[in-house]
């Protein structure tokens, strides 16, 4: 199961979409009320995915790079790195006791893509 969560299987991916770093650990998703899931984040160019463990089953979630407005992360003694993702005001996402992935890299990847991505959608803006 845990090979499962680095990989986003039966998800189409968009042309010149490349799939990047993930990042394994406990995820908090925040929709609605709080659920707490082993799981992953995995970043594409184009986009992030959530892979969250339910009863020997992975479920996947698309989250927008323009459904993300903000990203933190805090560094405890005792559980490591926390990495959040917010949507204005609301967590959108948390994960922590990180395994697996180096948070660095995959910060340095959805920052790069990010950007290309708002980029693009601006120079679209400009010629509609």
Not at 62 to 75: C, G, P
Not at 94 to 109: Q, V, Y
């Given at each position: 199961m845990y090979n499962k969560l680095k990989h986003i299987e039966g998800v189409n991916l968009l042309p010149r979409e490349v799939v990047g770093p993930a990042l394994v650990g406990s995820v908090e998703y925040f929709k609605g009320e709080k659920s707490t899931y082993h799981g992953s984040l995995v970043a594409t160019t184009h986009r992030l995915f959530m892979n969250l463990?339910?009863?020997?089953?992975?479920?996947?979630?698309?989250?927008?790079?323009?459904?993300?407005?903000?990203?933190?992360?805090?560094?405890?003694?005792?559980?490591?790195?926390?990495?959040?993702?917010?949507?204005?005001?609301?967590?959108?996402?948390?994960?922590?006791?990180?395994?697996?992935?180096?948070?660095?890299?995959?910060?340095?990847?959805?920052?790069?893509?990010r950007a290309q991505h708002a980029e693009a959608a601006e120079r679209n803006e400009a010629l509609a």
């Open positions: 463990e339910d009863h020997d089953m992975v479920c996947v979630e698309e989250i927008s790079f323009k459904d993300i407005t903000r990203v933190t992360v805090e560094d405890l003694l005792m559980v490591g790195h926390i990495l959040h993702l917010w949507q204005n005001d609301k967590l959108l996402v948390s994960i922590k006791s990180i395994s697996e992935g180096k948070l660095d890299k995959f910060l340095e990847f959805y920052y790069k893509y």
